[in-house]
């Protein structure tokens, strides 16, 4: 499916609650901080919240002192890359230091709206989202991926192709997995535990570090290379 990569402002005003829960103080703890996103395609890097029309039930915390897995369908046409065992699973290789924050992982299903702005993943507060992929295993671009996407992708053993009119990035039932697991997942991770940066542009380029660190490096040794294809 092709996917018309638009931007829009949503008219939403930041911090308004999607739920039933307008009348709940909002707290200074509970208060909406910025969100951290794992994109997909030729997306630019460091958008905010709400500067794209695909918002998040935001899950208020709760301090129960172990992660709730919640899992939606995933749509008509998508699928997971994970399940909640795997991603739990995954989390437990991790140092509790850096899990410990984490309240909620949330396997997203997909919508119309979340189309126009598709992500992989995305931190937001003490909840990290986990977004679906075609049932196919192919993503369909207009436009050409940057380098690094087209290197990361192939890192994991993703497949980049051009027919001439679109791009397409390949995926097989073990290396979305990986990518999942082993970047998406643990860049998200990496986003919630950067308590220093402020900026999009630096907290992007810390989470990229630490998937790299605690993601690809730490189960290169067990990870089965997949060949590097020639996406032109």
Request: hydrophobic share 30%; aromatic share 10%; net charge positive.
């Amino acid at each position: 499916m092709s996917r018309q990569h638009q931007l829009r402002h949503s008219s939403r005003p930041a911090g308004v609650r999607r739920h039933n829960s307008a009348t709940v103080p909002v707290t200074i703890r509970d208060r909406r901080p910025v969100a951290g996103f794992r994109h997909r395609g030729w997306q630019t890097t460091g958008t905010k919240l709400e500067d794209f029309n695909a918002p998040e039930q935001w899950h208020p915390t709760c301090e129960s002192g172990h992660a709730r897995y919640i899992v939606q369908p995933a749509g008509e046409g998508f699928r997971h890359a994970v399940t909640a065992e795997e991603v739990r699973n995954r989390l437990s290789q991790l140092d509790e230091r850096f899990t410990r924050q984490l309240e909620v992982v949330q396997l997203s299903g997909m919508t119309r709206k979340r189309q126009l702005f598709p992500l992989y993943g995305m931190q937001w507060g003490t909840a990290v989202y986990l977004y679906p992929i075609e049932e196919s295993l192919v993503e369909v671009y207009p436009r050409p991926p940057a380098p690094q996407q087209e290197i990361e992708a192939r890192m994991y053993g993703g497949r980049w192709s051009y027919d001439g009119k679109l791009w397409r990035l390949t995926w097989t039932e073990a290396t979305i997995k990986d990518f999942y697991l082993n970047n998406v997942l643990i860049h998200e991770i990496g986003h919630l535990n950067d308590h220093r940066n402020s900026n999009s542009r630096d907290r992007e380029r810390y989470a990229n570090w630490f998937a790299i660190e605690y993601g690809y490096r730490a189960t290169q040794r067990t990870r089965q290379r997949a060949p590097i294809h020639s996406a032109r």
